[in-house]
């Protein structure tokens, strides 16, 4: 299953089928991006994060991708399984201060066994 | 270690009442923000301390929102006559010094406060 952006915020995926979630940001000069995933009741956990100058980069079963043309970044989630199921944020850096981290309002993935 | 907790996990309150939010960070984080994160909504940033400089308090919604910060590691974030839209999960969460550019920040659970 695929997700588009933000504006498709739940996504339902088989157990053991890939998932892509998928985010658009807006800043050109954003040199820097996290995934986190949030479970119901808790606080948002790092997932995995991408630099500017990477078009991809990969970790145990998620790989993000990033494509800087048209400002477009996605979550891989390989086989995924029912504990993934939670909201996944992405967000942007865009500079060096304080409020520099933008997140998007995320994507709800249910994983059907 | 433990990770950042936040108390209490939830807090009902009457309109116009004041609340108290509690934040411990991971023990050596430098940094600590307070986000609020409404249903459906991203994170919206409040406020951002770093060391003993003067926190970032450009985020904070009114002059009702106040938090500080003792010792550099407990953290307060008080909300005064609070109103039906302070409605929300306020989240805490802490960075290790020398993550900066990075800003690997990690999460404590949140409170939910709601107002009727």
């Known amino acids: 299953g695929e997700s588009v952006g933000l504006h498709l915020p739940t996504l339902s995926v088989q157990e053991g089928d890939n998932s892509i979630i998928n985010c658009a940001y807006s800043?050109?000069?954003?040199?820097?991006f996290i995934w986190y995933k949030q479970e119901s009741g808790k606080g948002p956990q790092f997932i995995i994060d991408?630099?500017?100058?990477?078009d991809k980069r990969q970790g145990q079963r998620v790989t993000v991708l990033l494509n800087k043309t048209v400002k477009h970044l996605s979550l891989q989630i390989a086989a995924t399984q029912p504990g993934d199921s939670a909201v996944y944020f992405c967000?942007?850096?865009?500079?060096?201060?304080?409020?520099?981290?933008?997140f998007g309002t995320g994507t709800r993935l249910t994983v059907i066994p | 270690g433990a990770g950042v907790s936040q108390s209490p996990s939830n807090k009902v309150t009457e309109k116009g009442k004041d609340v108290e939010l509690r934040c411990d960070p991971i023990?050596?984080?430098?940094?600590l923000y307070w986000y609020r994160q409404s249903l459906g909504q991203g994170l919206e940033f409040l406020i951002y301390?770093?060391?003993?400089?003067?926190?970032?308090k450009s985020g904070l919604p009114s002059d009702r929102f106040s938090a500080e910060r003792t010792g550099g590691s407990v953290s307060t974030l008080t909300i005064q006559r609070t109103q039906q839209e302070d409605s929300a999960v306020y989240l805490c969460?802490?960075?290790?010094?020398?993550?900066?550019?990075?800003?690997?920040?990690?999460f404590g659970p949140g409170t939910r406060l709601t107002v009727l």
């Open positions: 969460a802490s960075r290790p010094k020398g993550r900066e550019w990075y800003n690997e920040q990690f």
């Open positions: 800043n050109s000069a954003s040199d820097y």
């Open positions: 991408i630099r500017s100058n990477m």
């Open positions: 967000a942007e850096n865009r500079g060096t201060g304080a409020n520099n981290l933008f």
């Open positions: 023990s050596g984080h430098t940094a």
């Open positions: 301390f770093q060391g003993n400089s003067a926190p970032d």
